[in-house]
């Protein structure tokens, strides 16, 4: 089997962050950019600096593949895993979910050295939830856990662009008395925050609410005694980047510096004193998660809130990437 990673959806939002970290981490000389739609085959774009064109999603495409990775529409993800490609499948489309051989994986938060003999398809976690996780393994590390509640801010990115396209023409529309589009959120997200989408919407919030409960409940199963928060998912009038409010309730009450030094790892921009707090802007295309303004509840002697933000495509795409890697 050649050594060779088959992008399928090289031309969406996530696949272009798959490819920048590809080529960041020395993968990219093994990348075969597919197009997820018939409209973008044969699409000229750059790869590794080089001019390089989306092939058509058929077997031949896949088959011979030692690493599919999955990146492109619900559709494209379906016509590629029924090429049966031989090679690991990486699917950041959630296609598999239901497959019963399927892993949820989240690399920055295993404990677990892999040896790149994966069995089914390689699910790579909801990045709101690869997030999560992370901030909780890393704390409960040095002052278990009692109990957590977390606010997850989503933006539109998370639907891709149509997403995007969508809140920036609502947002010009309302300055302009115009309609608004709603394909795909059905409410008017531009400059409102909202508890869930509206009926006709394609992805309602609370599919996605529970995906991101399913994919963390999956991954700190595996982290010894890290304790299950409450969640609750709201749309926020953002273009990218996931926003995050943790309420942490501990054992035994830490100071506020004492988290910031617990936090202060590789994986962490801790945001300490009188620096801003971090924010989805910040945070665009910057790896790992950003954290600041810890505060202590001053209803509970023992909790804290801590605010944090992360670039949610260049996680999910790191983490296609680490998983890619074990298998080459």
């Not at 992805?203 to 595996?222: N, T």
């Amino acid at each position: 089997m050649a050594e060779i990673i088959a992008l399928v959806g090289g031309e969406t939002l996530l696949g272009r962050e798959v490819r920048e970290v590809l080529g960041e981490t020395g993968l990219g000389s093994h990348l075969r950019l597919v197009a997820s739609g018939e409209e973008d085959v044969g699409t000229l774009t750059e790869l590794g600096g080089e001019p390089a064109f989306l092939a058509k999603l058929d077997p031949d495409a896949v088959e011979d593949a030692a690493v599919v990775i999955l990146a492109g529409s619900a559709e494209s993800s379906r016509a590629a895993l029924n090429a049966e490609p031989a090679g690991v499948i990486v699917d950041l489309t959630w296609a598999t979910e239901s497959d019963p051989a399927a892993r949820i994986r989240a690399p920055q938060v295993e404990d677990v050295e892999h040896d790149g003999q994966q069995a089914g398809p390689q699910i790579v976690a909801h990045p709101a939830a690869t997030a999560i996780a992370m901030v909780l393994k890393r704390l409960h590390a040095d002052y278990p856990i009692a109990r957590a509640v977390v606010h997850i801010f989503q933006p539109a990115s998370e639907y891709g662009t149509p997403g995007i396209e969508e809140l920036q023409q609502q947002t010009v529309n309302l300055l302009s008395f115009q309609p608004l589009p709603k394909k795909v959120f059905d409410a008017q997200l531009g400059y409102a925050m909202l508890a869930q989408l509206g009926s006709e919407a394609p992805a309602p919030l609370a599919e996605m609410e529970d995906r991101i409960e399913r994919h963390l409940a999956s991954l700190l199963e595996r982290l010894e005694g890290v304790p299950m928060p409450s969640l609750r998912l709201i749309q926020a009038p953002v273009f990218h980047g996931y926003s995050f409010s943790f309420w942490i309730e501990f054992e035994e009450a830490p100071g506020a510096s004492d988290i910031e030094d617990a936090m202060n790892r590789e994986q962490f921009d801790v945001r300490a004193g009188d620096l801003e707090p971090p924010n989805n802007v910040g945070v665009a295309g910057q790896s790992g998660i950003a954290v600041g303004a810890i505060t202590p509840d001053r209803n509970s002697a023992t909790a804290f809130w801590i605010w944090a933000a992360v670039d949610n495509l260049r996680l999910a795409a790191e983490s296609a990437a680490l998983i890619a890697g074990e298998a080459l």
